[in-house]
């Protein structure tokens, strides 16, 4: 099943996603609510919710980011084995927090913002988090998940390297891009064997299978969970590979009018345009 959360004039919502529609379920079930608080319920009435006729086409609304204002967004750096490669595993990932409100959903335009012109792409998987936990073992971190969904973690280079604390470069608004929906993970059979694609105007700039993570769904909901109690909605933002700008000789980096795709094997396909932020005053 699909889950997505959008805008319909001036009314926030979130529904199921079906015949090319949604059936809207903030309107449905008649109380003020997100797609996270239906998750928290855990997802009353989906089945019989998801027979009913579309109330909306899909043109019609602005997509959100799949989880508008999730408590805690943990994004992993990197963490694709590379094919060939004789590195040797890390004994743990880098981590990083990034801000609800640097996100933008399906669609919605990728900010290159006015003081920097190096802004660059990461193509990632997401992980929605759908039951609460502290400390869960890894055999049981998959019972914790609620969806995935595709992400694209825009990350402006030259402040990310300001220090060694990647928060400036990774919280600019309008860079984080999520969606444009949640697959629930009872449609996902094997969420460590999809192909995950990124381009950039059609061009193919990454290309990997989320079994090469380094650092696994299990491992990471285990590790996250030991140090920051994990609630419904909660996204894990699973890392990247290489192929994005900073890793070409030249360099590539994102122009306003670029368009940027990360299609992720039975997932689908998040498409941002790129603009210009305009000039500060």
Same mark, same amino acid.
């Not at 981590?95 to 609800?100: I, Q, T």
């Given at each position: 099943m699909r889950y997505i959360s959008f805008r319909h004039g001036r009314r926030e919502s979130f529904g199921i996603v079906r015949d090319g529609g949604i059936v809207d379920l903030g309107q449905r079930l008649g109380a003020p609510g997100d797609l996270r608080g239906y998750i928290a319920a855990g997802f009353p009435g989906a089945d019989a919710l998801a027979r009913e006729a579309p109330d909306l086409a899909l043109e019609e609304v602005a997509f959100l980011p799949v989880i508008p204002r999730p408590d805690m967004i943990i994004m992993a750096a990197l963490n694709y084995a590379e094919p060939g490669s004789d590195a040797p595993r890390p004994g743990y990932?880098?981590?990083?927090?990034?801000?609800?409100?640097?996100?933008?959903?399906?669609?919605?335009?990728?900010?290159?913002?006015?003081?920097?012109? /190096?802004?660059?792409?990461?193509?990632?998987?997401?992980?929605?988090? $759908? +039951?609460?936990?502290?400390? *869960? @073992?890894?055999?049981? &971190?998959?019972?914790?998940?609620?969806?995935?969904?595709?992400?694209?973690?825009?990350?402006?280079?030259?402040?990310?390297?300001?220090?060694?604390?990647?928060?400036?470069?990774?919280?600019?608004?309008?860079?984080?891009?999520?969606?444009?929906?949640?697959?629930?993970?009872?449609?996902?059979?094997?969420?460590?064997?999809?192909?995950?694609?990124? /381009?950039?105007?059609?061009?193919?700039?990454?290309?990997?299978?989320? $079994? +090469?993570?380094?650092?696994? *769904? @299990?491992?990471?909901? &285990?590790?996250?969970?030991?140090?920051?109690?994990?609630?419904?909605?909660?996204?894990?933002?699973?890392?990247?590979?290489t192929g994005f700008g900073t890793t070409r000789k030249p360099p590539v980096f994102l122009h306003p009018g670029d368009v940027v795709e990360v299609e992720i094997e039975g997932l689908g396909t998040l498409r941002n345009p790129v603009v210009a932020e305009a000039a500060p005053g």
């Open positions: 990932p880098v981590l990083f927090l990034r801000l609800p409100s640097s996100q933008i959903g399906h669609g919605a335009p990728l900010i290159r913002p006015a003081v920097s012109e /190096r802004l660059d792409f990461e193509g990632e998987m997401a992980v929605i988090v $759908g +039951r609460p936990g502290r400390h *869960i @073992p890894q055999a049981q &971190a998959m019972e914790h998940v609620a969806g995935f969904a595709c992400y694209n973690d825009g990350s402006v280079r030259d402040w990310q390297k300001h220090s060694h604390q990647f928060t400036p470069g990774k919280n600019f608004c309008g860079t984080g891009a999520f969606g444009p929906w949640m697959v629930t993970r009872e449609a996902v059979p094997d969420p460590a064997a999809l192909e995950l694609v990124t /381009r950039v105007n059609g061009q193919e700039m990454q290309r990997t299978n989320t $079994g +090469r993570m380094i650092f696994d *769904i @299990p491992w990471l909901i &285990a590790y996250v969970s030991t140090f920051a109690p994990l609630v419904p909605g909660d996204v894990i933002v699973t890392g990247t590979c």
